[in-house]
């Protein structure tokens, strides 16, 4: 895959269209919180028939499960269409928020695509379903005040049975949606099993025991809500372990998952990079110094170029990472994490580039690559930090014969 299809395209600018219409006008007011994200979510889905999409293919899969074919497995996102689609969705609505497009993902992708990828038939209808239709609101938590990068080996949160359920007790952080959401997605240990031994359980909000935080104040990403969620003596039934009685050890679900969001997080660079480039050609043409314009300078030329540069190869592994997609060859865990890598410092360096290249305004609160700026950030750390990258490119190069 090289490019996008012509149908493709036309999606892609109808969703601009759309973004420069209802998006674009509130973001001050994401960002400050003075607006929630999720009533524009659901304007947004209900514009582009995101519910409808999913229960036609809920009821497709239904059908399936009827006619004792085999139900395919699916993630989220690939859950509801086209992984292309889902892209450039990603792509464009981070053009314009990425923060906004963080919680967007967090819901419908990790949440959704968690339950999606190891759910049971009844957990997929009953809590993936309200989650794509966006009458729900999912968060995915992992992370835990003690436990980032080592996220099961320093986990504390446990669960330990109680008749024919389970009782959670722990706490965890940095989690996006967490401070507004429906159910969540817990990671927790076993007690008194092997230490290694995780499972995942869906949890709601008004289950006794259940408390968030009020949304973080942090350094990007100021549309999407993140906070805290503490889990005190939580009593969850049976049926709310994913994946049922029979599951495994959530591990290699958690590392799918975020996989998965690694996967989610090409489009958004891509999408912050190409903003960075629009407006730091549109600045260079209409700013003028010594009685110039700026554009004319070959130092603010390299860094355009710099940008333009970045942003085609981002296109390339993007379109790498759909086409794997779309085949059913997985990139290889080094392959994917050099991906994750390469596009999280570039969109990070290309943000601050364009702040450089408009000097003041684009400094100033209320300019575009600004916000980029702070936002793009996240992506060196979130869904698993550059060092960590490194460590897993490193391991299997070394590793391999
Ligand atoms: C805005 C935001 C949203 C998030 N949303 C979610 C969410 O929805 N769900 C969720 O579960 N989590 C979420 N996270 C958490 C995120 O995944 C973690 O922040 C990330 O995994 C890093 O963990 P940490 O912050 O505890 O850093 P730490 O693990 O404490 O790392 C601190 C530093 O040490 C380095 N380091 C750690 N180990 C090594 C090593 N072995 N070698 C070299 N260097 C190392 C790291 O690279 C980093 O530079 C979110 C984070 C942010 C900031």
Request: charged content about 25%; hydrophobic content about 45%.
């Amino acid at each position: 895959m090289l490019d996008f299809t012509e149908e493709q395209k036309l999606a892609q600018s109808t969703i601009r269209a759309w973004c420069a219409q209802h998006l674009e006008p509130h973001v001050l007011k994401l960002e400050s919180g003075e607006m929630s994200v999720y009533p524009v979510m659901r304007e947004l889905a209900g514009t582009f028939g995101i519910p409808d999409m999913a229960r036609a293919a809920f009821a497709k899969m239904r059908e399936r499960r009827e006619a004792a074919k085999e139900e395919r497995p699916g993630t989220g996102f690939k859950g509801l269409g086209d992984a292309s689609l889902m892209a450039i969705l990603t792509m464009e609505l981070t053009r314009c928020c990425p923060g906004f497009a963080l919680a967007f993902g967090a819901t419908l992708g990790l949440f959704g695509g968690a339950v999606m990828a190891r759910g049971t038939p009844e957990q997929k209808e009953k809590w993936a379903l309200p989650v794509f239709t966006l009458e729900k609101i999912g968060a995915w938590a992992l992370t835990e005040p003690g436990a980032g990068s080592d996220a099961f080996g320093s986990m504390k949160t446990v669960a330990r049975k109680d008749g024919d359920g389970y009782r959670i007790s722990g706490a965890k952080t940095f989690i996006t949606n967490a401070p507004f959401a429906d159910c969540f997605v817990v990671y927790a240990k076993m007690a008194g099993a092997e230490a290694s031994d995780v499972r995942a359980f869906i949890v709601e909000r008004t289950a006794k025991g259940v408390a968030t935080s009020a949304p973080f104040k942090k350094m990007g990403m100021h549309a999407s809500p993140t906070g805290e969620v503490f889990l005190d003596d939580v009593r969850v039934p049976a049926d709310q372990l994913l994946g049922g009685e029979g599951a495994k050890n959530a591990r290699d679900a958690a590392k799918s998952s975020l996989n998965q969001e690694r996967f989610g997080m090409t489009p958004m660079c891509v999408g912050i990079v190409d903003r960075c480039l629009v407006e730091a050609v549109k600045y260079a043409k209409t700013r003028e110094q010594w009685g110039r314009p700026i554009a004319s300078f070959q130092l603010v030329q390299e860094k355009i170029a710099r940008i333009y540069t970045a942003r085609s190869i981002m296109y390339t592994l993007l379109f790498r990472q759909l086409e794997a997609d779309k085949t059913g060859t997985p990139l290889t865990a080094a392959e994917a994490s050099a991906s994750k890598l390469y596009c999280a410092r570039t969109a990070t360096e290309c943000a601050m580039e364009a702040v450089q290249l408009m000097g003041g305004a684009g400094y100033m609160t209320g300019s575009v690559v600004e916000m980029l700026a702070r936002d793009a950030k996240l992506f060196q750390i979130g869904g698993g930090t550059d060092e960590i990258q490194i460590l897993r490119i490193a391991r299997e190069v070394l590793e391999s014969p």
